[in-house]
């Protein structure tokens, strides 16, 4: 991205004048190269790259906030007028006291919820309120204090702001897409519940959330106002997990769970907790992110008592990464809670590799492991936030290699029609065959494998060459299945005899999977029917997409 930085016209009388120093940036003489190299929030401290028009020299520089004073993030200088910001949060919220500001339950209510509220926070004339009315009919909308500190006023494409201010594309693409382009409604088993991937549901508890994401999935369930299932709705979703075995896990959203009233979520917490089969439980909430003083020690000690309890949260961009939603992170990790984050790719926002990897790297910082990077689903009224899967699939590649994996989400689109979450990525496997597979790596190397041959399946698949049909594992083969297995002993590695007999006890414990997949082929004799009965328990069963998964009852998307 080239922005150019150009001197401030208009800028504000009460900055501070401009005063040349050796290393000062010189607005008009500099080209702003990229979006920005890192930012570390605790500090303080960004790094831009910049060039100098003339010279065409170009070096990272860091600065402070201070020396940044007078450019806004997009490059161009901050030409505030006097109104905004900061009168804007004195309109509002003049006179709150830190005591307030701090407190979750004054964050929810004192929202910016109201036609008149959007009027004069954007200064919108009459012909525009009309429209933006329009708009709420259709798309409503609320903001919290501290996520509306956030925005940049200077800057019209300020990430923050295009995830919080309703727009009027969302009226102009709003026949564009879907309303439920996951058919989560179809898979409903009882009031709010979703059951579509064999071992997991998808409890939605509310419709209300702290702050309403322009580009949010469930727009759909916007227009029912702002509601929260009753005790009896809640009863019934824990009837049907109770009354179905195969559920392990539980993933409880909306809306956003944590804006119920905690004695409520508590007790449903309770009910799915004492189910004999429900391993786990997972809520999907944004509140770390858009009202992190919600996140008070009291609520984490609470979902603490839930746990094997995993928190998803949604953290789109950098500029989210506060303070405060670190310490809101923080105080979930302290009593023992996971926090993953589940971004968005957003047009305009974080589709941009800087933006992602600067994003991933500070999620990491505070602890929460970049889990999955969504493409933005064709929902109606969110058109204009979607990107092609190659963007996307772009970042990944920009990403793997040059960062930790333990930063770089999976890229996945949910698939329209309920077809579930599909994972993508570069190609990195170019071809293969029994013997070797050509990979590329990062850097576009291209590398010849030698792929050995899988345990069991060898000896079927290759014929029954000496090696394979005495021993069935060679050295470099076992390693695999002693993994899966969870054997592992040297006699397994090294030894042929063994390794016979271990190759069975590989296939039980793997089920056989990776003999198939491995080759195409199913192993033969005891060794086939053993690992096609495991397919057959495993596998959603063929047919129509919809029929196998209405057979199959599988959970829904976990989406905050
Ligand atoms: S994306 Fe999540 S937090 Fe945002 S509006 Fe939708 S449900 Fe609420």
Redesign the pocket.
């Known amino acids: 991205m080239k922005v150019e930085l150009r001197q401030a016209e208009d800028q504000a009388e009460d900055e501070p004048p401009d005063q040349p120093a050796p290393d000062r940036l010189v607005p008009d003489q500099l080209v702003l190269e990229s979006f920005f190299l890192s930012n570390d929030y605790g500090r303080d401290k960004k790094s831009v790259y910049v060039r100098d028009k003339n010279s065409g020299y170009g070096r990272g520089v860091t600065t402070s906030r201070q020396e940044r004073e007078g450019y806004g993030r997009s490059g161009k200088p901050k030409s505030v007028p006097k109104s905004v910001p900061k009168s804007i949060m004195e309109s509002f919220f003049g006179g709150v006291t830190a005591e307030d500001w701090n407190d979750g339950s004054w964050q929810l209510k004192n929202r910016l919820t109201t036609l008149d509220e959007l009027t004069r926070l954007l200064s919108l004339t009459p012909h525009q309120a009309l429209r933006h009315r329009r708009l709420l009919e259709y798309f409503h909308y609320s903001i919290t204090p501290y996520y509306l500190s956030l925005i940049d006023w200077s800057d019209p494409r300020d990430p923050i702001r295009k995830q919080c201010i309703p727009d009027m594309k969302e009226l102009e693409l709003r026949v564009v897409g879907d309303n439920d382009p996951l058919e989560e409604e179809e898979d409903m088993q009882a009031p709010g519940l979703v059951h579509r991937y064999p071992d997991r549901v998808l409890a939605v508890v509310t419709n209300m959330?702290?702050?309403?994401?322009r580009?949010?999935?469930?727009?759909r369930i916007?227009h029912e106002g702002e509601t929260f299932r009753s005790r009896t709705e809640l009863l019934a979703m824990a009837d049907y997990v109770r009354r179905t075995p195969e559920v392990r896990e539980v993933v409880v959203?909306?809306?956003?769970p944590l804006t119920m009233n905690p004695e409520l979520l508590d007790w449903f917490l309770g009910e799915l907790s004492s189910i004999p089969h429900v391993e786990v439980l997972r809520i999907?909430?944004?509140v770390p992110v858009?009202m992190p003083m919600g996140i008070t020690d009291e609520l984490a000690r609470m979902l603490a008592r839930h746990r094997p309890l995993w928190i998803n949260t949604?953290f789109n961009h950098p500029n989210e990464i506060t303070p405060e939603s670190a310490e809101a992170c923080d105080r979930l990790l302290r009593v023992g809670i996971p926090v993953s984050n589940q971004s968005?790719l957003l047009k305009g926002i974080n589709d941009c590799v800087d933006v992602m990897k600067a994003l991933c790297h500070a999620l990491q910082r505070i602890m929460v492991r970049p889990y999955y990077l969504y493409q933005c689903d064709p929902v109606r009224g969110v058109e204009h936030f979607r990107t092609s899967i190659w963007k996307g699939i772009e970042i990944m590649e920009m990403m793997r290699g040059y960062t930790g994996g333990l930063c770089i989400p999976t890229f996945v689109v949910d698939a329209p029609g309920g077809g579930g979450k599909i994972p993508l990525q570069p190609f990195y496997l170019l071809s293969a065959s029994d013997k070797y597979a050509t990979l590329r790596n990062y850097e576009g190397m291209i590398i010849k494998y030698y792929n050995p041959t899988d345990g069991g399946s060898a000896a079927a698949s290759s014929g029954g060459s000496a090696t394979a049909s005495s021993g069935g594992l060679s050295a470099a083969s076992s390693g695999g299945s002693a993994a899966a297995s969870g054997g592992g002993s040297a006699a397994d590695v090294g030894g042929r005899t063994r390794a016979a007999s271990s190759s069975r006890t590989s296939i039980d414990a793997a089920g056989g999977c990776a003999s198939i997949d491995a080759g195409g082929r199913a192993p033969a004799g005891a060794d086939k029917l053993r690992c096609l009965s495991y397919v057959k328990k495993t596998r959603v069963p063929d047919g129509t997409p919809r029929a196998a998964r209405r057979n199959h009852k599988g959970g829904a998307t976990p989406?905050?």
């Open positions: 959330c702290a702050m309403y994401c580009h949010c999935t469930r727009k916007w959203s909306g809306g956003d999907g909430t944004r858009v949604q968005v989406r905050v």
